[in-house]
């Protein structure tokens, strides 16, 4: 880069003394009415955004290809088991090349962005927007377009799936128990994810489970097996939950 | 960013054996597919690759392969053959002086550093330092050093009472890494313009006219032009005059005479002239855009894009006497025959402003009459009416 700043003090200050926010939140929100009734709808998973690495010493984020390539495969199996359980057809989206590229990169950005407010405007409660304020008002959406992309035109909802994940370091181990001591709250790793389902024919955010401090190592198999059952936590339409054992028999029974 | 150790070592023995003939500094040397092995290295490729992906399916992307070429065109002939074929090049429609490189090889080209840099060598002076940052492998650099940087930070901040001063100088040495590698990658860009076609002075006029747009701005938003020899210790560059002064003496030095290439620059950015240029009036810096104007002029001559941005420029300031000055511009750009509808329109909105109520209107319906079906042709229509 030839002027631009990379990075800025504060970020870095920021990036060290960071203390763990308390998350006195909401996870799940619903659109007030909605029912999803088993074997219905066609679903389609867009490309889930999976990032995982290791948190420094400092506290910064340091990706780890290996990880990622493991728990990308691993939350696919996971996914492809938990569908079962989830009443509908679940299939991957085929991504288009050339010029509906571009329109997907843009609405990925948009859940993303859509996502993120409900976060931080419906489920933190005390930062509640005046219209989101009383118990029936789930009303968010991506703009009735979104049927429009390429591919999703005889699909009922698309499915949104993120998840991050920064291991705490040895090191980063080392200072929390250190700072314990000192009496200063030091948080060692970052584990949020999100899944959200967008009604294809409005345009509509139906259902979304966001957590910022998930479970579940994605490394392995029996950890990515427990984040996509958080992932996917009161997932309309979703039968009552029944023991993972038992899912595969349900399957083969069809 | 292909430089085993091996390698570079190798190029070091070769260098010193040739040095009676050539006593320029050897390039690293080029390895083809290079893929990282480490795991902070395949980390960062990693996410160099999704933020590509990105850049890909970028609206700002500027898709025109003729422009796409030209400037592939430039790198190549500055970093050579085989290296530019490792680099993919984007174009991205950003009105502002930057280049970057990512680890995995991305080249990104603002189009605002198209806009000023004023001939190929130039061009290629940009490219030849974005691309030594790559071939140095500065982002794994810059990465490790910022992590021990708040490694040490954070023990300090729990273990020692009062640490403010060590992680003061902690920053302050992750910056001055920071400055030390654009220093370094200054230098390689250098060996790549000294071997090339281009002259190499052109590394240093690069940075006077940074450095000239800089202090037009400051003045035009009455503040004061400043250029520092020494960079303050949250730089992440050097300063601007140091670049100038260290490049100028490299290539006094290097003494590179050289025949003058056929220069292309004007020609390729011909098509897309008018709308970096619109993008940069939309800046709203005056001064800085009325100096990149006459520095673009001092090359090419007042043309008519340049003649039609400068309208634009006076037009939208819009003092009575930068209306005057508008019309006048509109007026000379339509004067030499090629103007577009827009200077009719800009003539027409100066001279309404100005009280010259029936000319204005004229300019007005010439603009309607030459582009009907303009997406502001009703809203026009009404200042007719």
Partial sequence: ?????????????????????????????????????????????????????????GGMYEPNADWTDQAKENIATALAKAQTGLGNSVVGYVEPVGAGSAKVAEYQELFGAV????????????NRLPTKKRKDQFEWGLGPDVRTLPG?????????????????????????????????PITAGVHKGFAGLVDLRTGELVWLNADMQMGGDVRDAEGADKRVRQLLEGFPGKPIEAPIAAAPAIASAH | ????????????????????????PP????????????????????EADERERV?????????????????????????????????????????????????????????????????????????????????????????????????????????????????????GQMYAFSRDQEREADMTGFQYLARSQYPSSAAADVWEHVMGEADATAIGRRGRAQHKYVAGVFATHPTDLARATYLRAASIEA?????????????????????????????????????????????????????????????ERGNPRDLVSAAQFYQEAIGKGD?????????????????????????????????????????????IS
Avoid at chain 2, 134 to 144: A, G, V
Avoid at chain 2, 288 to 310: K, M, Q, V
């Fill in chain 2, 55 to 171: 850049q890909r399916d970028s609206r700002s992307l500027v898709k025109d392969p003729a422009l796409n070429a030209y400037v592939r065109g430039v790198l190549c002939r500055t970093v050579g053959e085989d290296r530019c074929r490792s680099v993919r090049l984007y174009i991205d429609e950003v009105p502002a002086f930057n280049a970057y490189m990512t680890p995995n090889g991305a080249m990104v080209v603002w189009t605002g550093l198209l806009l000023r840099v004023r001939s190929e060598a130039e061009l290629g002076a940009i490219l030849g330092h974005e691309f030594g940052h790559f071939e140095l492998r500065h982002s794994l650099k810059d990465f490790k050093s910022h992590r021990t940087g708040t490694d040490v930070m954070a023990w300090a901040s729990i273990l020692i009472r009062n640490s403010a001063n060590i992680q003061y100088s902690v920053v």
């Fill in chain 2, 1 to 24: 960013m292909r430089i085993p150790v091996v390698g570079l070592l190798l190029a070091t023995a070769i260098g010193t054996s040739a040095v009676a003939a050539d006593k320029r």
């Fill in chain 2, 27 to 46: 390039l690293p040397t080029y390895m083809q597919a290079y893929t990282p092995t480490t795991v902070d290295e395949r980390g960062i490729w990693m």
């Fill in chain 1, 1 to 57: 880069m030839i002027i631009l700043c990379r990075a800025t003090l504060v970020a870095l200050m920021l990036a060290v003394t960071a203390i763990a926010p308390a998350y006195a939140q909401e996870k799940t929100g619903l659109k007030p009415g909605f029912v999803l009734a088993p074997g219905t709808a066609r679903i389609v998973l867009m490309r889930p955004s999976i990032r995982v690495g290791a948190q420094s010493t």
């Fill in chain 2, 255 to 315: 003494h590179d005479v050289k025949r003058a290439v056929v220069d292309t620059h004007q020609a390729a950015m011909a098509k897309w002239l008018p709308v970096f240029l619109n993008d940069q009036i939309k800046l709203n810096d005056f001064g800085g855009s009325e100096y990149l104007l006459a520095n673009l002029a001092d090359g090419t001559g007042w043309s008519t894009p340049l003649l039609c941005a400068r309208g634009d420029l006076y037009r």
């Fill in chain 1, 152 to 184: 999703l035109d005889k699909a009922d909802y698309a499915l949104f799936i993120t998840t991050e994940d920064h291991f705490g370091s040895t090191g980063r181990k080392m200072l929390q128990v250190f700072a314990a001591m000192a009496r200063v």
């Fill in chain 1, 115 to 126: 996502a993120s407010s409900v976060i931080e405007y419906q489920f933190f409660k005390g």
């Fill in chain 2, 339 to 383: 103007a577009p509808p827009e200077a009719y329109r800009g003539l027409g909105l100066a001279l309404l402003r100005s009280q010259q109520v029936a000319e204005g209107q004229a300019a007005l319906a010439t603009y309607l009459r030459l582009k009907p079906a303009a997406t502001d042709a009703t809203l026009i229509a009404t200042l």
